[in-house]
């Protein structure tokens, strides 16, 4: 299986004013808010995932390996959902932190 963490940055009452949606096709959907991750498992393989929502959402292809973890940020831009692929070591290792330490809150616990 693949590893999905997504997170929604702390951004204080601009983010909570909305849930952010992400998803990846053909999997449950992960509504979070300020400060919220949440995790699901994948067979590897091809996935499309959506970038930005709205009446005319686009989605981008993804492909997930076995034993592999992927870290996607959301967040509320222009009044829509967007997600993007996180693929600097940097910030993979920050939302890491952020979720060991509980600075994110599991999106399921509120």
Known sequence: MAGIYVYQLKTGIIGAASDVNFEIKGQPKISLNTGEYGYLEVPPGHYE?????????IYLPVEFEANQNYFFAAALRNLSDNSVLVIYQDRIDQAKENIMTGRYELYSDD
């Open 49 to 57: 995932y959506k970038l930005h929502g709205g009446i005319f959402p």
